[in-house]
């Protein structure tokens, strides 16, 4: 394969040292340079896919007339910060510029571009939105000649309202450039490769590349109950002296405990006389602040350090070898859990360590079932776009934008032209439109739609280009210099202190109007509390937490406090006769109540508890996500004749969702554009994608309660 690139490219290989081609690296040249498919790469973390795209497109590329050549899209900035001086350190040998384009770039370089378009263009979604909609002179000029579009991360994508937006943007992109361009996708975990190649425009004419090379995997799961907010401080200290001198990564589940874990490991070392190497890394640190500790884990050979982080060190940012990754409580998804167990063992041959920390047994169940699926190579399937209209309707309004006003027609033809809304009829776009008309986001002048009054402040605000929504942040700032964004939320008063970029911070004032928290550095601090949920539950997952509870296999992962909390639960769940783990489902009677598990997903779960809140104003039923119960403040008969009654009530379904809309217009849709639709397709979005109703009638249509012998003697 090493002979079908060009002489600059082979030159690169040989400077780099480079004894042989990796095996994703040989099957891109063989299929890239042979013909005009769509590929999508798939194979490990640290494996080569950038270089498996580039070496071949870059062999294959002319770059002698005009316009951007090969455009890379990413998920995050810090990403593209990273994979731009791989990429431009291959391009000087073939004299092409490459150019970053996102809010934090200089406007000299991308100036220079619109000018004399050429080379390698890295990008977001969200920049992309941003030209379509500011500068849409510029996109024929620069993309009317593309060859490539390389999607890196493209799981991040699947199944997500960026997703959508960014196959909208891509089809956008070939109507508006009149360019035929071929997609290269990355990733280290696709579970759902159908999915995966709607995401080229051209499913039939793409093909996946898949190297299914693993490593070897030493994980160990500890257990250290919970004693309140803050985590144990055994499991601190134990965390300490399992890390203390290795490189890690350490993943908790939220920003604020991100903070919580690096101040408190920094405290411990500064009083055993350890290192001081720890460090917070997520989206509320500074982002100067976020890529010194990036470049310091990649140049760092010699010291130990921790970083504990969000997602946003999830992906294939470059921080260079690390010896373990920590995951404390439990993941919501084992795709994350594929990619976080990909950051450690990065060099080859090495064996990934995975360290569990778990501080309720629920938390250690799961994540002994995310593990056991990982171990099986399962991936969660992603949803299609076929009631993405929150999505259609922010596109709406970024085309009106795009071409200054239009006809209806020309509108309805764009829509039906996308294929990101491909499976979506265009009596939605009708009923969009005219709901958008009547919010006055839309006005009809002349024959032609332009953005309305109520329009013009959404589309010109800059958090227009993204459809995830955002945080309202305040800059914290530290002797003049941003440290961080966070929510300006009850815990954070003047005089009180918090945690933010691993550090401990005193503030001194709060300023309402510049949006702006000032502080000084202190001893002591909570952490900050930031909004936002987790990510639902697969089904899959929670099945096996239960074929984990109703078998006896042996866990060697688990040290003695894990392995005793699951033979509790266990012994605790063995009691109950259960045949058929598919519906057959164990209840829990006290004193008049009553807790049926379920484990079922997160959207069946949402479904039932939406339909018993409509059919139960006598009694109280609470969901308790976390070990999918349900609480019922009755008996067991009651609660078994309440679920039958649900059974017999789906038919109503529709009946209550648009109740429960009217009565709470802009609270029922967690969606950042779904609150401007019409409550009918409101009412369809909710269905597609927080509530699943089908899952729900069929697992209602045949479950069976089971109670444990002592139990149903006690209660007769």
Same mark, same amino acid.
């Given at each position: 394969?090493?002979?079908?690139?060009?002489?600059?490219?082979?030159?690169?290989?040989?400077?780099?040292?480079?004894?042989?081609?990796?095996?994703?690296?040989?099957?891109?040249?063989?299929?890239?340079?042979?013909?005009?498919?769509?590929?999508?790469?798939?194979?490990?973390?640290?494996?080569?896919?950038?270089?498996?795209?580039?070496?071949?497109?870059?062999?294959?590329?002319?770059?002698?007339?005009?316009?951007?050549?090969?455009?890379?899209?990413?998920?995050?900035?810090?990403?593209?910060?990273?994979?731009?001086?791989?990429?431009?350190?291959?391009?000087?040998?073939?004299?092409?510029?490459?150019?970053?384009?996102?809010?934090?770039?200089?406007?000299?370089?991308?100036?220079?571009?619109?000018?004399?378009?050429?080379?390698?263009?890295?990008?977001?979604?969200?920049?992309?939105?941003?030209?379509?909609?500011?500068?849409?002179?510029?996109?024929?000029?620069?993309?009317?000649?593309?060859?490539?579009?390389?999607?890196?991360?493209?799981?991040?994508?699947?199944?997500?309202?960026?997703?959508?937006?960014?196959?909208?943007?891509?089809?956008?992109?070939?109507?508006?450039?009149?360019?035929?361009?071929?997609?290269?996708?990355?990733?280290?975990?696709?579970?759902?490769?159908?999915?995966?190649?709607?995401?080229?425009?051209?499913?039939?004419?793409?093909?996946?590349?898949?190297?299914?090379?693993?490593?070897?995997?030493?994980?160990?799961?500890?257990?250290?109950?919970?004693?309140?907010?803050?985590?144990?401080?055994?499991?601190?200290?134990?965390?300490?002296?399992?890390?203390?001198?290795?490189?890690?990564?350490?993943?908790?589940?939220?920003?604020?405990?991100?903070?919580?874990?690096?101040?408190?490991?920094?405290?411990?070392?500064?009083?055993?006389?350890?290192?001081?190497?720890?460090?917070?890394?997520?989206?509320?640190?500074?982002?100067?602040?976020?890529?010194?500790?990036?470049?310091?884990?990649?140049?760092?050979?010699?010291?130990?350090?921790?970083?504990?982080?969000?997602?946003?060190?999830?992906?294939?940012?470059?921080?260079?070898?690390?010896?373990?990754?920590?995951?404390?409580?439990?993941?919501?998804?084992?795709?994350?859990?594929?990619?976080?167990?990909?950051?450690?063992?990065?060099?080859?041959?090495?064996?990934?360590?995975?360290?569990?920390?778990?501080?309720?047994?629920?938390?250690?169940?799961?994540?002994?079932?995310?593990?056991?699926?990982?171990?099986?190579?399962?991936?969660?399937?992603?949803?299609?776009?076929?009631?993405?209209?929150?999505?259609?309707?922010?596109?709406?309004?970024?085309?009106?934008?795009?071409?200054?006003?239009?006809?209806?027609?020309?509108?309805?033809?764009?829509?039906?032209?996308?294929?990101?809304?491909?499976?979506?009829?265009?009596?939605?776009?009708?009923?969009?439109?005219?709901?958008?008309?009547?919010?006055?986001?839309?006005?009809?002048?002349?024959?032609?739609?332009?953005?309305?009054?109520?329009?013009?402040?959404?589309?010109?605000?800059?958090?227009?280009?993204?459809?995830?929504?955002?945080?309202?942040?305040?800059?914290?700032?530290?002797?003049?210099?941003?440290?961080?964004?966070?929510?300006?939320?009850?815990?954070?008063?003047?005089?009180?202190?918090?945690?933010?970029?691993?550090?401990?911070?005193?503030?001194?004032?709060?300023?309402?109007?510049?949006?702006?928290?000032?502080?000084?550095?202190?001893?002591?601090?909570?952490?900050?509390?930031?909004?936002?949920?987790?990510?639902?539950?697969?089904?899959?997952?929670?099945?096996?937490?239960?074929?984990?509870?109703?078998?006896?296999?042996?866990?060697?992962?688990?040290?003695?406090?894990?392995?005793?909390?699951?033979?509790?639960?266990?012994?605790?769940?063995?009691?109950? +006769?259960? #045949?058929? =783990?598919?519906?057959? *489902?164990? $209840?829990?009677?006290? @004193?008049? !109540?009553?807790?049926?598990?379920?484990?079922?997903?997160?959207?069946?779960?949402?479904?039932?508890?939406?339909?018993?809140?409509?059919?139960?104003?006598?009694?109280?039923?609470?969901?308790?996500?976390?070990?999918?119960?349900?609480?019922?403040?009755?008996?067991?008969?009651?609660?078994?004749?309440?679920?039958?009654?649900?059974?017999?009530?789906?038919?109503?379904?529709?009946?209550?969702?648009?109740?429960?809309?009217?009565?709470?217009?802009?609270?029922?849709?967690?969606?950042?554009?779904?609150?401007?639709?019409?409550?009918?397709?409101?009412?369809?979005?909710?269905?597609?994608?927080?509530?699943?109703?089908?899952? +729900?009638? #069929?697992? =209602?249509?045949?479950? *069976?309660? $089971?109670?444990?012998? @002592?139990? !149903?003697?006690?209660?007769?």
């Amino acid at each position: 394969m090493y002979d079908l690139l060009t002489e600059p490219i082979r030159r690169y290989i040989r400077d780099k040292g480079w004894e042989s081609l990796r095996s994703i690296q040989a099957a891109a040249i063989q299929h890239i340079l042979s013909d005009d498919r769509n590929y999508i790469l798939e194979s490990r973390t640290a494996s080569g896919k950038t270089e498996a795209a580039f070496l071949p497109i870059l062999s294959r590329v002319s770059f002698k007339t005009a316009g951007v050549k090969v455009l890379y899209i990413s998920p995050l900035i810090a990403l593209i910060n990273d994979q731009f001086t791989r990429i431009e350190e291959l391009c000087v040998y073939l004299d092409v510029p490459v150019t970053k384009w996102h809010g934090e770039a200089k406007r000299s370089l991308k100036e220079k571009l619109i000018r004399e378009p050429e080379g390698v263009l890295l990008i977001t979604p969200e920049s992309l939105e941003a030209m379509f909609c500011n500068a849409p002179q510029h996109i024929p000029h620069l993309f009317g000649t593309l060859d490539y579009v390389v999607i890196d991360e493209i799981h991040s994508f699947l199944g997500t309202d960026r997703g959508v937006q960014l196959q909208s943007l891509l089809s956008r992109l070939r109507l508006t450039a009149k360019c035929k361009f071929k997609v290269v996708g990355l990733s280290a975990t696709i579970g759902d490769h159908a999915a995966v190649k709607q995401m080229t425009g051209d499913p039939v004419n793409t093909a996946v590349l898949r190297d299914a090379t693993g490593k070897g995997i030493d994980a160990v799961f500890k257990y250290f109950p919970d004693e309140g907010a803050e985590l144990p401080l055994d499991l601190l200290k134990d965390l300490y002296l399992c890390t203390k001198d290795n490189k890690v990564l350490i993943f908790p589940n939220s920003r604020g405990r991100a903070e919580e874990i690096a101040v408190k490991l920094n405290k411990i070392s500064e009083r055993v006389g350890g290192h001081h190497n720890y460090f917070s890394h997520h989206s509320s640190v500074d982002r100067e602040v976020r890529e010194y500790v990036e470049q310091f884990a990649k140049s760092n050979q010699r010291y130990p350090f921790a970083i504990s982080c969000t997602s946003t060190l999830e992906l294939g940012i470059d921080i260079g070898s690390v010896d373990k990754v920590v995951q404390v409580d439990a993941t919501s998804s084992i795709a994350s859990l594929i990619q976080r167990v990909g950051r450690s063992g990065r060099k080859d041959g090495m064996t990934s360590s995975l360290l569990f920390y778990a501080t309720q047994p629920w938390s250690l169940i799961q994540s002994l079932a995310c593990f056991s699926l990982y171990r099986e190579k399962f991936v969660e399937p992603v949803g299609n776009n076929q009631y993405a209209y929150d999505i259609l309707l922010h596109q709406l309004l970024s085309t009106v934008k795009q071409l200054s006003g239009c006809t209806f027609d020309t509108l309805q033809v764009r829509m039906a032209d996308n294929y990101a809304f491909a499976e979506i009829k265009p009596a939605a776009v009708t009923a969009i439109v005219r709901h958008l008309l009547q919010l006055d986001i839309l006005e009809l002048i002349g024959g032609e739609l332009i953005i309305g009054v109520e329009g013009e402040r959404m589309v010109n605000a800059r958090d227009f280009y993204a459809v995830f929504k955002t945080d309202p942040n305040y800059k914290v700032i530290y002797a003049d210099k941003p440290i961080g964004e966070i929510p300006l939320t009850s815990i954070i008063v003047i005089d009180e202190n918090i945690f933010l970029a691993a550090r401990i911070w005193k503030v001194v004032d709060i300023d309402e109007k510049s949006k702006k928290i000032i502080v000084i550095s202190a001893k002591d601090g909570k952490k900050p509390k930031f909004s936002g949920g987790g990510m639902d539950v697969n089904v899959r997952v929670r099945e096996r937490m239960l074929e984990l509870l109703m078998t006896g296999t042996i866990w060697d992962e688990l040290e003695s406090s894990a392995s005793e909390v699951l033979a509790e639960y266990r012994k605790m769940f063995g009691k109950y +006769a259960l #045949e058929d =783990l598919s519906f057959d *489902r164990p $209840v829990i009677e006290k @004193d008049g !109540s009553c807790i049926v598990y379920t484990f079922q997903g997160s959207g069946v779960n949402r479904a039932i508890a939406f339909l018993l809140q409509q059919l139960t104003p006598g009694f109280v039923i609470t969901l308790v996500e976390e070990d999918s119960s349900f609480h019922f403040s009755c008996d067991f008969k009651t609660a078994e004749q309440t679920l039958l009654t649900a059974v017999a009530n789906l038919d109503n379904v529709d009946t209550y969702l648009t109740g429960a809309i009217a009565a709470n217009p802009e609270g029922m849709v967690n969606s950042k554009w779904g609150i401007y639709l019409p409550p009918a397709l409101q009412k369809e979005l909710l269905k597609a994608t927080h509530y699943d109703f089908n899952g +729900a009638g #069929e697992f =209602l249509a045949n479950i *069976r309660l $089971v109670r444990h012998e @002592d139990s !149903s003697r006690e209660s007769s």
